[in-house]
């Protein structure tokens, strides 16, 4: 197995080799030459395997430059109940993305049991594992430098927290975050975490790590990286979940099963994307947003126009809370029948500003032959869809969980199984699941007290330069 650019100006490298990296040196993003593609039978002997072996059965497909025994200690060391205990019923931990039915053809994929309470460890915590043996092998290290605002900064840390050859430099608006989120990140003791309270917002802090990629010396000199959700690692990791899901509630291989995605930066649903073409038999995937709709507008007119800062609102579901769908690029190459030069094209648009509008024949096929549908939602929306599910069914799901339970309801079929995943518990969203609810929502018990915990961070004013001091600083020791 390859990987190649969207934009085909990379020559074919291994998995090892785009791992660590970030974008493709023409600024594309790597991608598998092609997808395997996985018969009924096939799909049948999956359908028998826990979640580490099926893991291991597709993970294993796309990775042939780590040794199959190799690969499989890794995955089995990182799909643990233990990892993944916060689930709604402890008993279930070892199935890792245990399903909850609402009601007949209506599911909820639990894909937030791990360390931070979010999907992001789903993928992360196996990266965390992925660098650890790269690097070693290797003899090399690498220095992440990257800004959050909430959940993929503490999804980092976890995964990468006590990792030989791997530190974190994370930086985070100082004071913005929610006290369980500061908490969370805060109160990790490892040596090798650094937690950055920038003071400024998250833009700040986002220019800040631009600023330090951009010097190209410095970036070399630290070995510095990043762990973003183009990560071509992270997207394979949540190709597994897909098919977990489907087998855990088609009655037989081979029905049609519609997923729903709550949707950022589209690395999610793109995993989704890629078990269709693998040929797990999705029907439609429904792309969830919510005030920030640009994924929304895209699906329903065709029309990627990316927003700028004055027009990123700031919602409930924060962290749906986007300008731009990093990882859009990859479905719309193969929208486009794999054609790099066509696709450079089009995100010369973008990067310029401007965006593009599909052809009449692609967005129809995007439709048709690709299963997508979109829906997006009001921070009203997910009030009620919270109380609703509540009401209904005896179930909390979070405010990103909220959005996906309305866009499920908009294109439920009948006859047609619907799972929505669950990209987050109710434990991160007091504030909104106690205006929706009336009171605060469950928190799993061996995080009681997380707040109360010491915090160890270091605070520093929004300039790229006290950044670089600060890294150099500490690597320089
Ligand atoms: C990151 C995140 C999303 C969006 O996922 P993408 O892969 O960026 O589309 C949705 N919900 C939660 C809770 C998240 O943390």
């Known amino acids: 197995m390859h990987y190649i650019s969207t934009r085909g100006g990379m020559a074919p490298q291994r998995f090892s080799d785009i791992l660590l990296g970030g974008l493709a040196p023409d600024g594309g993003l790597a991608i598998a030459e092609s997808y395997p593609r996985l018969d009924l039978a096939e799909l049948q002997a999956l359908s028998q395997l826990d979640y580490r072996d099926l893991a291991f059965a597709i993970i294993g497909r796309f990775v042939d430059d780590i040794p199959a025994a190799d690969l499989k200690a890794l995955i089995d ?97 100082h004071g913005k975050m929610s006290p369980f989120q500061r908490a969370q990140m805060f109160s990790l003791q490892d040596a090798n975490i650094h937690n950055i309270a920038v003071t400024g917002f998250f833009d700040a802090c986002q220019d ?20 973003n959700s183009i990560n071509w690692g992270r997207v394979v990791a949540q190709v597994v979940y897909y098919f977990k899901g489907y087998f855990a509630v088609a009655k037989t291989v081979g029905e049609p099963v519609d997923f729903c995605v709550p949707s950022g930066n589209f690395g999610n649903v793109c995993a989704g994307h890629i078990a269709r073409q693998m040929g797990l038999p999705i029907r439609r995937l429904i792309v969830a947003t919510n005030e920030n709709d640009v994924l929304d507008e895209f699906f329903k007119t065709g029309g990627y126009f990316p927003r700028g800062l004055e027009r990123t609102y700031e919602t409930s579901s924060p962290s749906m809370d986007i300008t731009k769908a990093s990882n859009l690029e990859r479905f719309v190459f193969d929208l486009i029948g794999r054609d790099g030069a066509k696709l450079a094209a089009l995100w010369r648009e973008v990067d310029a500003g401007r965006g593009f509008k ?7 096929r995007m439709h048709d032959e690709y299963g997508f549908r979109s829906e997006k939602s009001s921070h009203a929306d997910r009030i ?65 007290g997380l707040e109360d915990l010491p915090q160890r961070f270091d605070v520093l004013e929004a300039d790229a330069e006290a950044l670089k001091r600060y890294v150099a600083g500490y690597l320089d020791r």
């Open 77 to 173: 060391r990182t799909y643990t109940a233990d990892v993944y205990r916060h689930g709604r019923d402890p008993a279930r931990a070892d199935q890792i993305t245990p399903v909850v039915k609402l009601e007949d053809g209506l599911y909820i994929e639990e894909l937030s049991n791990g360390p931070t309470l979010a999907f992001k460890d789903m993928a992360m915590q196996l990266l965390g594992n992925l660098f650890e043996y790269v690097l070693a092998q290797r003899g090399e290290a690498i220095n992440i430098v990257g800004a959050t605002s909430g959940d993929t900064g503490s999804a980092a840390e976890y995964a990468m927290r006590g990792k030989h050859g791997v530190n974190v430099f994370m930086l985070s608006p």
């Open 208 to 227: 800040m790590v631009k600023a330090v990629n951009n010097d190209a010396a410095f970036k070399a000199r630290y070995k510095v990286g990043a762990v």
């Open 358 to 364: 599909l052809s009449d024949a692609d967005f129809a």
């Open 384 to 448: 009620a869809s919270i109380r609703e599910v509540k009401a209904r069914y005896g179930v909390e799901i979070d405010p990103h969980t909220a959005d996906g339970y309305l866009a499920a309801k908009a294109h439920r079929e009948s006859g047609v199984t619907m799972v929505i995943l669950e990209t987050a518990l109710p434990a991160k969203f007091e504030a909104t699941m106690q205006e929706a609810l009336g009171s605060p929502p469950q928190r799993p018990h061996d995080l009681a």
